[in-house]
């Protein structure tokens, strides 16, 4: 079974237009920790936002903002307005005790 | 700012040969990783280290591969004989350890692109 499911593969949006990233994870532990990855064409993993089990708080950097909903477990990822630069693959993923399980990751498209 | 680097970033290899894959983790952490990622798919974990042995390994991590720290700041991984499904992206990870544990983000180096022939 999978840990993350990202059940979007590819996704495309013109720019300017607000983006989804779904993430839904599983996990038995009450104490975890989620995280969004950025892999943009040159291939290094961006780490964009870490975010625990205990806080469903969500959270607003710029243009990027994240719905953590433990009801659901789902975590995610909404750009707004989105640009060309955002074009990438991300990943998220779901940290218990030492080890990290990634999702397939979406990768987004920004048709300028 | 402290980054993990990755050395070399591209390695072309012929099958059956050994390969070592080099990184230097950020300076004050404890933890280390090795992910691998074959073109197109997702990121894989394959061992993690710390206090100089192996801590997790997933079945990937066979008797082929193995993970060294050899001095202070190298975390090396060899593959001993390459096969062609070895192919991939090669990623090194870092983070502190402490209370926090698995909840400390883990920074990632840039990857070492390996293409095994």
């Known amino acids: 079974a999978q840990k993350v499911t990202q059940a979007q593969t590819e996704i495309s949006v013109v720019e300017k237009e607000d983006v989804t990233l779904d993430c839904v994870y599983e996990t038995r532990d009450t104490t975890y920790y989620l995280f969004w990855y950025k892999q943009p064409p040159s291939g290094e993993l961006v780490f964009l936002i870490r975010?625990?089990?205990?806080?469903?708080q969500n959270e607003i950097s710029g243009r990027y903002s994240w719905n953590f909903q433990k009801s659901t477990s789902s975590f995610n990822f909404t750009i707004t307005a989105s640009q060309v630069v955002d074009s990438a693959v991300y990943f998220c993923?779901?940290?218990?005790?030492?080890?990290?399980?990634f999702g397939t990751g979406t990768s987004l498209t920004v048709i300028p | 700012e402290p980054e993990v680097t990755q050395t070399p970033s591209h390695q072309v290899t012929q099958m059956g040969q050994e390969v070592i894959l080099r990184c230097v983790p950020i300076?004050?952490?404890?933890?280390f990783y090795w992910y691998r990622q074959i073109l197109g798919q997702k990121v894989e974990f394959l061992v993690s280290?710390?206090?100089?042995?192996?801590?997790?390994k997933s079945e990937i991590f066979d008797d082929q591969f193995s993970v060294e720290r050899p001095d202070g700041s190298n975390f090396t991984l060899k593959i001993r004989s390459t096969k062609l499904e070895d192919s991939a992206m090669y990623f090194c990870?870092?983070?502190?350890?402490?209370?926090?544990?698995?909840?400390?983000?883990?920074?990632f180096g840039p990857g070492t692109r390996l293409l095994v022939l």
């Open positions: 975010r625990n089990s205990f806080d469903e």
């Open positions: 993923a779901l940290s218990e005790v030492n080890q990290f399980y």
């Open positions: 990870a870092s983070r502190t350890g402490g209370l926090a544990g698995a909840g400390e983000t883990q920074y």
């Open positions: 280290f710390y206090n100089n042995e192996i801590s997790e």
């Open positions: 300076s004050n952490h404890l933890y």
